[in-house]
């Protein structure tokens, strides 16, 4: 039996892609789906997080069911983008095994890039042991997002609704066969 990294990107994605959840209202969600990228409403000036993991989404959103988050999109971007993101990012907290000292931690902070581990979450959306990464993108990282690495959106709304009345059935089975099919992503020596 594997047992899984506490810190390990899982995700969705091929040889160019990976793809990436957010939740938005409809006021930005319709558009950017018409559009192929993020258009009217979609502000540029505030950090955005993108999420790979589908589960860490949902329970951030309540399966689509928050204000405000009533759309999941599964945006699938550039892996270089993706791996820019990481190498210019920074951890949200700081870490004494990774950072000298908190004067270290605050420096890094000027990095257009915030790296996260929340606990993952299992079809109840209860933690598990392992981490889901959450990466905030600011600034130049946002602009590069929208304009570059963007290579198409997707509604999964009505998926995310359709597993979640699967789990309230009690079908974990169907539900679990639902779910994108996520896989430690590869990270650049």
């Keep these: 039996m594997s047992v899984t ?3 390990q990107i899982r995700a969705c994605y ?8 957010q939740a938005y209202s409809p006021v930005i969600a319709v558009p950017a789906v018409a559009a192929g990228r993020f258009a009217d409403g979609f502000k540029r000036d505030r950090m955005t997080w993108i999420k790979p993991s589908f589960l860490w989404m949902m329970y951030r959103c309540g399966w689509a069911a928050k ?3 009533e759309h999941v999109l ?3 971007i550039r892996r270089e983008g993706f791996a820019w993101a990481l190498a210019n990012s920074a951890l949200s907290s700081y870490e004494p095994d990774v950072h000298a000292d908190r004067e270290q931690w605050r420096q890094s902070l ?3 890039v915030r790296v996260q581990w929340d606990p993952e979450r299992d079809l109840h959306l209860r933690p598990l042991a392992h981490r889901a990464v959450q990466i905030g993108l600011s600034g130049e990282a946002v602009r590069r997002y929208v304009d ?3 290579l198409g959106i997707e509604d999964v ?6 597993i979640r009345a ?3 059935a009690g079908d974990l089975a169907g539900a679990a066969a639902r779910l994108p099919v996520e896989r430690p992503y590869p990270l650049a020596s």
């Design 157 to 162: 709304t009505a998926r995310c609704r359709e």
């Design 110 to 112: 000027r990095a257009p």
């Design 166 to 168: 699967l789990v309230a």
């Design 5 to 7: 990294p506490t810190r």
């Design 148 to 150: 570059e690495w963007t």
């Design 67 to 69: 204000p405000g988050q």
């Design 74 to 76: 599964a945006i699938r």
């Design 14 to 21: 091929d040889e160019d892609s990976i793809t990436v959840y």
